[in-house]
C-alpha cells in the first residue's frame, strides 16, 4: 500500500513537472550535428540541452538531430541556419569554408603547440569575437558564431602503408581530404597526393585504395573502425587542432529575450567545454584499441618535428595570398596564439614554484 502511493505521488510529481514546463515553454530550438551519437558534438549537445532546459526552467526547449535528419553537407546546413529551418548547427572548418573561408585558420599547421594552448586561445582571447563578427559581416548578419570547441583532438597523418617520420615518408601517399582548399593545399606541398573524399565513403575507400590515408583523430579513426579497412599507421604530429564551429541563426539569438539569450549563451559555454573534455577521454581507449588491433604508432622526435614545420611554409603563403580575408585573419589567429603561449608559459612558471 505504502510503494503503491509513493509511486502514484512520484507520478503526480513528474506529471505536474512536465505540465509546468509544458506551460512555461516559450521557445524550441532546432539543433543538429552530421555525425553520430559516439561523437564529441553529441556529447557537447546533450550538455547543451540539459543545461538550457533546467537554466531557463522549461521556457527553452532543445530537440537534437543527430545525422543528416535536416541536413546533408555544410552548405545547406548553414543555409538552414540562415533561413531560420536550422536553429543551431557544427560545423569543422571544411564544412563552413564554402561560406566563410578564412575559418581554415585553425587548420595551418604548427601554430598551436597543445590543448592548454588552444583553450586559453578559444576562451580568454578576443579570437571568437573577431570570427563572429566577420561572419556576421560575411552572411548578411544571419549566421553567428556562437562558441569553438573540439572535434576529434588533434589532426594526425594515418596511413595504410608505412610509418611516417619524415616529411619525405608522405611522398606519393594518396591522402584523403575535405573538399576544401586548405588541406589539399597542406597535403600536396608535403608531396601527398589529395583526394577528396566524402566522410561515410572514407571506409571503402581506404579498404580498396583508392585513398591510402587520411589527416583524422584517435577518435575518429576508431569509432569509424579504420582499422579494418587497413589502416595501420599513424604519426603523432599534431598538426592542426580540430576545431568545431557552433553556428546560431542571428535572428532566431536576438529575438530571444535578453535572459534567455544569457541562458544560451552560458549553454554553449558549458557545451564548449564539454567539447574539449570528451575527446581527452575517449583517446585514452581508443589508442589501447588501436595497438590491440595492431597499430602502430609514432611520435616523431623535435627534429622530425621541425623539418615537418619547414616544409609546411607554403601553405601560410598560399593562405594570405588565396584566401577571401585571410591576412586580417591570420594575422588575428597569430596574435591570439602568442597571447596564449606567454599565458601558459606564466601559468606553468607559476605552478613550478
Known sequence: MFNATLRSLLAATVLAASAGWAAAQEVTLRATANSNEQDEDYDGLVVFKNFVENASNGRIAVELFIGTQL??????????????????????????????????????PYLMTDDRVAEHLLTATGFTQTLRQMALEDSGGKIRLMTIGNTGGWRNFANTQRRVQ???????????????????T??????????????????????????EGTANGITDIMSMKFPDAGLKYITLDGHSYMGAFWWMGNDRFTALPEDLRQIVVDGFAELQQATFA?????????????????????????????????????????????????????????????ESQSAVDTARAAELN
Do not use: H
Not at 168 to 182: F, I, W
Not at 315 to 323: A, E, H, I, L, S
Open 71 to 108: 541536413c546533408a553537407t555544410g552548405e545547406e546546413c548553414l543555409q538552414g541556419v540562415a533561413d531560420g529551418s536550422i536553429d543551431i548547427y557544427i560545423s569543422t572548418s571544411g564544412g563552413a569554408a564554402g561560406l566563410f573561408p578564412y575559418i581554415q585558420v585553425l587548420d595551418l
Open 278 to 338: 570528451s575527446p581527452k577521454r575517449k583517446s585514452i581507449q581508443a589508442y589501447q584499441d588501436f595497438v590491440a588491433a595492431g597499430g602502430d604508432i609514432y611520435v616523431p622526435t623535435a627534429d622530425e618535428k621541425a623539418a615537418f614545420q619547414q616544409a609546411v611554409g607554403p601553405v601560410m603563403d598560399w593562405f594570405t595570398g588565396n584566401v577571401a580575408r585571410g591576412p586580417e585573419v591570420l594575422a588575428a589567429f597569430q596574435a591570439a596564439v602568442a
Open 166 to 184: 619524415t616529411p619525405a615518408d608522405l611522398a606519393g601517399l594518396k591522402l584523403r581530404t575535405v573538399p576544401a582548399d586548405l588541406p589539399q
Open 186 to 211: 597542406l597535403v600536396s606541398t608535403l608531396g601527398a597526393a589529395p583526394t577528396p573524399i566524402p566522410w561515410p565513403e572514407l571506409f571503402t575507400s581506404l579498404q580498396t585504395g583508392v585513398v
